[in-house]
Every structure is written in structure tokens, then in C-alpha cells.
């Protein structure tokens, strides 16, 4: 019996914290790492100095360059080109082993005419012509292939005025590389630069990085090797946040990062202990084993926030649904963690506010190092429960269904359906009072009073969790959201908004979520609330939620990956005639559980639907949904009986047709 991925990870984490510095495991989609003869890893590419802190120890400098202290991205150096021609910094190295990469570095110039260049064997792969922008922003050169032995030259140019550039990082090229086509070219470049931005954030194996690095301890307080994991959170910490990791975790996947969500839900799984209560910490250092130091500091004082309890387990279902892999069923620390986030974890924190049968996970109103009711930090204080939470909690309690007949306890996904069910009736009877838009409840006090009106996330999440009832009271507060959002008191930040489009996607106003898609990614080169971010759409949350949000959002694509099924929905907003996504990938390729496979999507309007099984072999039953009760459809053109169903309130036309490997089936409503 082979060894779940999941197992195979825990044991590259213990080995990686005794690894020399070039030393490390494969980068995803590379296999095991090479073996030399005597048993010993093979080196993985590595940069000297990446962010100048030893003075520049491997790179070369014309005149009028060199490192220098002052206008750091982070740390105490930084590399600077004086204004001019002719002056540059270079770091040569020479590929270990074959490999494709992305080359990211954090550059500011006060002029135009730098460039930062990636050579292989002296000809030239790539070239940023940087424009005049003093603060600094990430830039990447994407997909260099090496060769093992091949020539590689990092090159900073001068231009008409200063340029200055840190923290340079070397990511492992994207293992899949989903491709959109449409007649909406905006679509088009939105998923290109989005995929390629997101993968840049993606740690290199075994790369020796920073540890405890914030804004206060801006070199950290030591290094590790860090573990299969990406950016999720601000960019001066060297750390990933569950909130954050939680929300990327579908883009992730569609880019091929499994073993990157593997590693880093299973690092949380593992915090969430006795010791804590069963909060998982807030977020862990890239070697995916240390807390964050600026997060934690006892286990009876870190941050931690109700609903993140439940999307980690909410989000490791959709993990299994899109990969099938049997980790996430069969690994105990896993396991542990789902059943003590959906029992323990509730009955400890369920105290303030009387909740009759079902029970609601609650904060203690005091803060975020005490625990927090909901995500919207500055609506914490006071709250024992909020809008957030309880909708999370709901969802995890779906989740945990999902999980269970995964694992083949029939009974255990009966309990938990039953479960989600009563705290969802629980919530529109009773927790949510009987107003509606600012009227309706969204959090309760340590004192059990009601709370109405604006509360950011614990407004947002009610409805993107479906907890709200369909119909004209979940309407009317999506429309309330939709006021708030545009008005003076709308998300604060970035990664905030990134919500939005989840939102009005999973609740069929496709017009409204594509417009926030379209304003996110229109505001990327905007300067970020936090100045030490760059710009937002140097925010990691922001290009990860565009690749999800074009697959799981526009194209309506819903796998189980276990069971060999894909859903699919038109939501395509008004104007867009038609759009693909090429190559979406469903399983894994690991041997521990559905094998790699993808699929090719087509939707034209709301009414014609194409899929083609990539696939060498296996086939996929696919459910092709189309709003409304329609009474005639055709699959390759013969016409078929037409079945409907309802599905949170919106009622569907489908076909289940098999589609074999290599084979495309076209379904589409005639009448």
C-alpha cells in the first residue's frame, strides 16, 4: 500500500529541518528529488545574497552600483544603480539541475529606461523595461527553462534615474497552466497576468529564508529551510495566513500547487491543540513548522479569529473534491482537526449567548490575541458572535459531510448534514432576527444583544456561505452589500474586496461579480492601504481569487474528483458571448488517490455548454447546468429529456452525459 501524499510530506518537513542550505526536496511537479550515487539530495538552485544583507556576497557591480542601507524593501540593504547608462548588478549561476522557474524581484526606480533581465547561456529569456515608479513594486520574468549545467545571469540595468532593487525569489514554474480564450479580450489578459503573478509567490524547496520576519524585525530572528509552500499574506512577513491561504486555496490548485495546500493546511491542522482550544494558529513561518512570532506569543496569547476554524476545514473538502486525494480522509492529524473544529473546538467557545439546540462557536470580545468573533478586526470588541463565523461554521459542518463519505462513514455524513441543516434553519428563524437588509441581524454581543446594520465580513460571509434562505430577504441584503461596498464605508483594502465576486458569483448576479473582478484588477498598479505592500496587485490574495473566481465563477466548474464528476453553469455577465478555459486540471498524480487528468470548458451564453476530456483515460460524468426550466435540449445534437432540479432556490435544466477520454460532448438548451 503506498503512503498518502500527505505522509510523504510530513516526512520531507522533518528531513528539510536538518538540511544544509542547498539542500532541499523537489520543487512541485519536479518528482523526488535527484539521488547522487552516495545517497546524498541534489542541490536546488539558489541565489547568493537575494536580499543584499551580506553585503552583496555574489553579485558583481559596475561603477556607480553597489548595495547600500536606506530605501529598503526589507532588511537593512538593498541594491542601487545610480542614474545614467552603463551602470548594472549581476549575480551568475549555474542550474544544478533541469528545471523551469520564475525569477521575482522587489524593484523601485525614479525614471525609466532600467530593465531587470534573466540570460540563459548569454542570450537573453526575458527583460523588464521598468517604468518610473519610486516605490517598490514585484516584478517577475516567468517560465525559464534550465538545463542542469546551463549559464544563468541576473541583470539589474541603470536607466535616465536611480534604480533600486531586494529580495529577490526564485519560484517553482506553475505544474499546471490553465489557458483562457474569449471574445471578451479583457477576460483573456485578466486570467494570464493573474495565473502568472500567482505563481510567483510559490517558495522554492529548501530555499534557507528568513524566519520571524515582520516590519519590526524586518531580517527575521534566524533562517530555515523553507517547505513546499506560497505568499499568503503581507510580502514584509515571512509568513503565510490561514485567512488569507484559505481564500487562495482554489487558484492554488488550478495553477497545480496540491502539495503546497497540503503542506500548509496540514501545518495548521497540526497547531490547532488541546493547548490552544483547538484554534489553529494565524499563520506559520514558510519553513510550514514555526508560529509567526509576531502572531504568537504563548498559547494563551496568539491571534486567532472564529471563522478560521472552519474554512480550514471547509477549504480542505474543497481540496479533496478537486483532487480526490485520499489524504485528506485518511491522514489522522487531518482527521483530528475536522472532528475537533466541528465538536470540541464549538462546545469550548460556546458560552455567552444561548443558542437553544444547535451551538454557535463564539470569541471572547476582547481582542484578536484573546480571540476574535469575526474577521473584521476593528467590529471585534465586544462581539461573542458574528455573521462570519456562524455562516463558516455551517459550512463546515457541510464540509465535514463531504469528508465523511469520502472516508465511507455513511452515518458520520448523515449527522453532519443533519447538523448543517439545523444550524441554517437556527440562523434564519431565530440568530438573524426578522429584518431585513440593515435591519437584519449579523452579530450578537457578550451581553446577547442584537446587532444590526454594516459589519464588512460578518455581513459579507452570510451570504457567500449560502446561510441566508434564497429568496427575497437574501436578495435584499445582497443588494444592501452591494450599497455599503460602494460607499464611503466599503472594504477597507484589497484583500477584502477579493470576497465580492465569491459572493455575487455563488448568489447568480454574474453582472455585479464581474464588475468587481473588472474594478480589482483594473486597481492592481494602485498603491496598497499598507505602504510597505507595493502595490495591490502585489496583494497575493488578489491574483490567486481572479484565477479561482474565472473557473469556479464564471465557468460554474464543480469537480469531485473522487467520484470522477464535474459540474458545470454558465455565468457569464452580459456582453461576453463566449468563454474557455483550456486545461483545467481535476486529481492528482500522485497515486494517492484520482489520477491527473483535465478538462476543457466552453460556454457560449447561458444556453450551449462544450467539455472536452483531456484525459488518456478515465471518463468524467458531467452534470451541464442551465438556469431555468427549460423543455427541450439536445446533447450532440439528439435531442433529450429534459430533468430540472432546485439548487438553493434557483431551479436548473441539466444533462448527465459521459464523456470518455479524449472525447468532447456538447449539450445545449433548444428551446
Excluded: C
Excluded at 489553529?280 to 498559547?299: C, E, K, M
Excluded at 463546515?396 to 465511507?408: C, E, H, N, Q
Amino acid at each position: 500500500m503506498k503512503p498518502s501524499r500527505l505522509a510523504l510530506l510530513t516526512a520531507v518537513a522533518l528531513l528539510m529541518s536538518t538540511a544544509p542550505a542547498l539542500s532541499a526536496v523537489a520543487a512541485p511537479g519536479q518528482g523526488a528529488a535527484a539521488a547522487s550515487g552516495t545517497g546524498t539530495t541534489a542541490p536546488q538552485l539558489a541565489l547568493s545574497d537575494p536580499g543584499f544583507e551580506n553585503g552583496g556576497v555574489g553579485w558583481t557591480f559596475s561603477s556607480g552600483a553597489g548595495v547600500g542601507e536606506g530605501n529598503v524593501h526589507s532588511g537593512s540593504r538593498f541594491l542601487y544603480l545610480d542614474a545614467g547608462a552603463g551602470k548594472w548588478g549581476r549575480q551568475t549561476l549555474i542550474a544544478p539541475r533541469d528545471g523551469s522557474y520564475d525569477f521575482s524581484a522587489w524593484i523601485g526606480s525614479a525614471g525609466t529606461g532600467g530593465t531587470y533581465t534573466i540570460r540563459r547561456n548569454g542570450e537573453t529569456v526575458g527583460t523588464v523595461e521598468l517604468p518610473e515608479r519610486r516605490a517598490y513594486a514585484r516584478y517577475t520574468i516567468s517560465r525559464v527553462e534550465l538545463k542542469a549545467g546551463d549559464r544563468l545571469e541576473i541583470v539589474f540595468g541603470s536607466g535616465t534615474a536611480w534604480v533600486n532593487a531586494d529580495d529577490l525569489m526564485i519560484s517553482p514554474a506553475a505544474p499546471a497552466d490553465p489557458e483562457v480564450t474569449s471574445s471578451d479580450p479583457e477576460a483573456v489578459a485578466m486570467f494570464d497576468w493573474a495565473k502568472r503573478k500567482a505563481n510567483s509567490w510559490v517558495q522554492l524547496p529548501g530555499t534557507v529564508g528568513p524566519v520571524n520576519a515582520d516590519e519590526n524585525h524586518t531580517s527575521g530572528t534566524g533562517t530555515a529551510p523553507y517547505g513546499p509552500t506560497y505568499w499568503a499574506g503581507y510580502a514584509n512577513r515571512s509568513a503565510y495566513y490561514s485567512r488569507d491561504m484559505t481564500h487562495q486555496l482554489a487558484g492554488a490548485h488550478l495553477i497545480g500547487l496540491d502539495t503546497e495546500n497540503e503542506t500548509m493546511l496540514r501545518s495548521y491542522a497540526a497547531s490547532a491543540t488541546a493547548e490552544h482550544q483547538y484554534f489553529p494558529v494565524w499563520s506559520l513561518n514558510f519553513d510550514a513548522q514555526t508560529y509567526l512570532s509576531i502572531d504568537y506569543h504563548g498559547p494563551d496569547d496568539f491571534v486567532r479569529e472564529v471563522p478560521a476554524t472552519f474554512e480550514l476545514v471547509e477549504k480542505a473538502a474543497q481540496a479533496y473534491l478537486w483532487t480526490g486525494d485520499r489524504g485528506y480522509v485518511d491522514d489522522p492529524v487531518l482527521w483530528d482537526f475536522y472532528r475537533h473544529a466541528t465538536e470540541d473546538f464549538i462546545d469550548l467557545h460556546n458560552s455567552a449567548v444561548p443558542n437553544g439546540k444547535v451551538k454557535v462557536a463564539e470569541g471572547t470580545g476582547k481582542g484578536i490575541f484573546s480571540g476574535a468573533a469575526s474577521y473584521n478586526e476593528q467590529d471585534g470588541d465586544g462581539l461573542a458572535e458574528a455573521g462570519d463565523g456562524i455562516a463558516s461554521e455551517y459550512q463546515a459542518y457541510l464540509a465535514m459531510a463531504v469528508l465523511a463519505r469520502g472516508k465511507g462513514d455513511t452515518a458520520l455524513a448523515k449527522k453532519y448534514d443533519r447538523k448543517a441543516a439545523d444550524l441554517k434553519a437556527y440562523f434564519n428563524d431565530t440568530w438573524s432576527g426578522t429584518g431585513s437588509g440593515s435591519a437584519m441581524v449579523r452579530a450578537y454581543t457578550l451581553s446577547g444583544t442584537p446587532v444590526t446594520g454594516w459589519g464588512k465580513e460578518n455581513s459579507v460571509f452570510m451570504p457567500m456561505k449560502q446561510i441566508i434562505d434564497p429568496g427575497p430577504r437574501n436578495d435584499a441584503y445582497l443588494d444592501y452589500i452591494q450599497a455599503q461596498e460602494l460607499g464611503p464605508d466599503g472594504s477597507p483594502n484589497i484583500e477584502s474586496t477579493t470576497y465580492l465576486p465569491d459572493m455575487f458569483f455563488r448568489n447568480n448576479r454574474a453582472d455585479t461579480a464581474w464588475w468587481w473582478m473588472k474594478k480589482i484588477y483594473g486597481e492592481r498598479e494602485q498603491q496598497h492601504v499598507n505602504s510597505r505592500q507595493g502595490p495591490d496587485g502585489d496583494y497575493p490574495e488578489v491574483s490567486f481569487t481572479l484565477v479561482s473566481q474565472t473557473v469556479e465563477g464564471l465557468m460554474g466548474i464543480t469537480p469531485n474528483a473522487a467520484d470522477r464528476q464535474v459540474t458545470t453553469q454558465s455565468r457569464l455577465p452580459s456582453g461576453m458571448k463566449w468563454l474557455q478555459v483550456a486545461d483545467v486540471p481535476i486529481g492528482t498524480g500522485t497515486g494517492t488517490g484520482t489520477e491527473a487528468g483535465t478538462v476543457t470548458v466552453r460556454h457560449d451564453g447561458a444556453t450551449k455548454t462544450t467539455l472536452t476530456n483531456n484525459s488518456r483515460y478515465g471518463a468524467y460524468t458531467w452534470e451541464a447546468r442551465f438556469p431555468g426550466a427549460h423543455k427541450k435540449l439536445t446533447v450532440n445534437g439528439v435531442p433529450q429529456h429534459a430533468r430540472t432540479k432546485t439548487v438553493n432556490g434557483v431551479t436548473y435544466t441539466y444533462a448527465t452525459p459521459t464523456v470518455r477520454a479524449g472525447a468532447t460532448t456538447v449539450v445545449q438548451v433548444t428551446d
